[in-house]
């Protein structure tokens, strides 16, 4: 079910793996390869951090030496069991994480670019990047049915839109068309 969606070209795949385990055998990692062998359109989240066993860390991964992204891996700290049960809110938890990396002697030089917060913002540039590159397609797509079904319209015969009612159905229609293509587009149609 995963591989019908991260398959589409307009995904954004979050690859997400425990730090406490191998990465070279994360199921996450091989399906993103499989689907994106470039990698522009992947990126790595390393998960619980804060349980790794002591004396040991994900550096190798979060720096890209021991396994390389095109873009940046992002280590993140959830709430933990008892947080949730203790209905510790999400202000609170992203206050937590912030603070584990910045204290911590291991990730403390990466602070800047860990965390839910970092990976939110950088997933919305990437977004934004994404749809900036998409609108000339998707305006050209646009245009190009607007003048096929022009074409088709004039080949049948136009009906005037006499009333005001009548001239705004035809632009709500239009905007239901638009919106469609839209969505088809950005769902990798």
């Given at each position: 079910?995963?591989?019908?969606?991260?398959?589409?070209?307009?995904?954004?795949?979050?690859?997400?793996?425990?730090?406490?385990?191998d990465i070279a055998t994360s199921d996450a990692m091989?399906?993103?390869?499989?689907?994106?062998?470039?990698?522009?359109?992947?990126?790595?989240?390393?998960?619980?951090?804060?349980?790794?066993?002591?004396?040991?860390?994900?550096?190798?991964?979060?720096?890209?030496?021991?396994?390389?992204?095109?873009?940046?891996?992002?280590?993140?700290?959830?709430?933990?069991?008892?947080?949730?049960?203790?209905?510790?809110?999400?202000?609170?938890?992203?206050?937590?994480?912030?603070?584990?990396?910045?204290?911590?002697?291991?990730?403390?030089?990466?602070?800047?670019?860990?965390?839910?917060?970092?990976?939110?913002?950088?997933?919305?540039?990437?977004?934004?990047?994404?749809?900036?590159?998409?609108?000339?397609?998707?305006?050209?797509?646009?245009?190009?049915?607007?003048?096929?079904?022009?074409?088709?319209?004039?080949?049948?015969?136009?009906?005037?839109?006499?009333d005001a009612g009548a001239q705004l159905y035809t632009?709500?229609?239009?905007?239901?068309?638009?919106?469609?293509?839209?969505?088809?587009?950005?769902?990798?149609?």
């Amino acid at each position: 079910m995963v591989r019908s969606y991260v398959a589409k070209p307009n995904c954004i795949i979050l690859a997400i793996s425990p730090a406490n385990q191998d990465i070279a055998t994360s199921d996450a990692m091989k399906l993103a390869k499989e689907v994106d062998p470039t990698g522009e359109r992947t990126f790595g989240v390393l998960t619980k951090l804060d349980l790794m066993d002591k004396g040991t860390n994900a550096l190798d991964v979060l720096e890209g030496r021991s396994y390389r992204l095109q873009h940046p891996w992002v280590g993140v700290v959830n709430r933990s069991q008892a947080d949730i049960n203790k209905n510790v809110d999400m202000i609170v938890a992203r206050r937590k994480e912030r603070e584990y990396f910045a204290t911590s002697p291991d990730y403390s030089h990466l602070a800047s670019r860990m965390g839910s917060e970092y990976l939110a913002k950088l997933l919305s540039k990437q977004l934004e990047s994404v749809i900036r590159s998409r609108i000339p397609s998707i305006t050209s797509l646009i245009n190009k049915t607007i003048d096929e079904l022009e074409a088709e319209m004039n080949h049948l015969g136009r009906p005037v839109a006499v009333d005001a009612g009548a001239q705004l159905y035809t632009i709500l229609e239009m905007c239901r068309a638009f919106d469609r293509v839209f969505k088809e587009h950005l769902d990798g149609g």
